[in-house]
Each structure stands twice: as structure tokens, then as C-alpha cells.
């Protein structure tokens, strides 16, 4: 009962209506004055989800799903499900898909319906040689949750304004973040898969961040902000 209590002081976590819920069944009346909050959209498109595919992963239960790929086109994806993650405000299935032979992720908006497939036999995630959590997690090297496999793991150098720096300092921008002083001031590394993710939180700092190497990253952040300032141009 404790923990319900402490739950119900939470706020933004994208699944204020499951909390709602659990509050209103064990006679807990949620107030306006929560202790923590998160940022968040509020009633998260696709939330629903969430407890299904929990109990589908506790339960080890392959299951088939129809999903908009790109917003536009319907496909479905036989997925045996691994692993949940919230990032960017936004929640993520991770799973097998066999057909593809690959780790697939979901984000739930994108999701119309799913079926569980009792026919199927389930395949751990270990089975696959991959690991959610730990030193061998599966998104170790990756920004976010979109990782390539043809994408090897590079070292990228940073170079912050001082503002800037202080930032990144104190909230790294991966794990693997390292002040390299020994090629001067403000620069930082990261031994990452670069994606997309990567693209947008290195944009995200404007004019206060700068890609130095290796050159054919540096190029690619350079094509989209030439692109990026194209569509600013007074035609």
C-alpha cells in the first residue's frame, strides 16, 4: 500500500493511466501536488500497450503485430518480444523477428493490433546471443534504440562551446564520453553506431556544437545542415 501511495505522487511517466487505475483500485486518491515528474506527452498514444506486451515478455509469448511502417503502409511483423524502453518520451517494443532475422523495435503509436501466436515457439533472446541490460547490452553502443548492423562502432569527435560544455559535461551524451584534452579545448568523444538519434541530439546543440572527425561523419552532419539552411533560403 506504501508503494502504491509514493506511485501515485509520480507524474509523467507516460503511463498515468495504468497508475490511475492501480490508485483507483486500492482506494488512493491521486492530488494535483506530485513530489516527481517527468516530461512527458500527456495520454501517450499507443500506452495501452504496455501492460500487454509486459505480460507477453514475462510470459514468453511470440506474438504478431500489424504496424504503419512510415505512418502509411501496414505491414506485420511475427515478433518474439524481448524488452520494453522508453526513450524520448516515446515507448519501444524490442524483439526477434525471424523472417528478418534481426532485433526489431516498435514504437507503440505505430502499432494497430496484435495477435499472440501460441503455435509459435518462443526463442530467448539469449538463444540469439543478445542481452538487454549489462555489460553486453544489445544498445550499449547505439544513441537511442535504432541500431545498424552494417554500422560499425566509430569514434566521434565534438567540439562544445564553453556553455555547451558544461552541459555534456555534467549529462554525457553516451557512456563512452571522454574529454580529449590532448587535442584541445572543448572536445569530446564517443565510441558509438551512428543513427539517427545521434544526428538529432548533436543538431539539437546548433551553432554551440561542432563535428571534427572522423571526416565521413563530419561530412554527413554537414550535408544535413547545408540541406537544413537550403530551406531556410528566401526562394
Not at 21 to 31: D, H, L, S
Not at 115 to 132: C, L, M, Q, W
Not at 147 to 167: A, E, G, N, T
Request: with cysteine.
Amino acid at each position: 500500500f506504501d508503494i502504491i501511495i509514493k506511485i501515485s505522487q509520480m507524474d509523467g511517466l507516460g503511463i498515468d493511466e495504468i497508475i490511475d487505475e492501480i490508485c483507483e483500485t486500492a482506494g488512493v486518491k491521486r492530488n494535483n501536488n506530485s513530489i516527481i515528474s517527468y516530461a512527458s506527452v500527456k495520454n501517450l498514444e499507443g500506452i495501452r500497450l504496455l501492460p500487454d506486451f509486459y505480460s507477453c515478455i514475462q510470459n514468453k509469448k511470440v506474438i504478431e503485430v500489424d504496424f504503419w511502417k512510415n505512418f502509411e503502409q501496414m505491414e506485420t511483423y511475427t515478433i518474439h518480444p524481448y524488452h520494453l524502453r522508453r526513450y524520448n518520451g516515446r515507448w519501444f517494443l524490442f524483439g526477434w523477428n525471424p523472417e528478418k532475422k534481426h532485433i526489431y523495435n516498435i514504437s507503440f503509436e505505430r502499432v494497430d493490433d496484435f495477435r499472440v501466436k501460441p503455435e509459435i515457439t518462443y526463442e530467448d533472446a539469449e538463444s540469439h546471443g543478445i542481452y538487454f541490460g549489462g555489460e553486453n547490452d544489445y544498445y550499449k553502443d547505439v544513441v537511442g534504440v535504432t541500431k545498424y548492423d552494417d554500422r560499425p562502432v566509430i569514434k566521434i569527435y565534438i567540439k562544445f562551446s564553453d556553455q555547451s560544455l558544461y552541459y555534456v559535461t555534467s549529462k554525457p551524451l553516451h557512456p563512452s564520453q571522454e574529454l580529449e584534452k590532448k587535442m584541445g579545448k572543448n572536445i569530446v568523444s564517443i565510441k558509438v553506431s551512428p543513427n539517427y538519434e545521434l544526428d538529432s541530439l548533436i543538431l539539437s546543440f546548433g551553432k554551440n556544437a561542432k563535428v571534427i572527425g572522423p571526416p565521413q561523419y563530419r561530412d554527413h552532419i554537414k550535408d544535413i545542415v547545408t540541406h537544413l539552411a537550403n530551406t531556410y533560403k528566401d526562394n
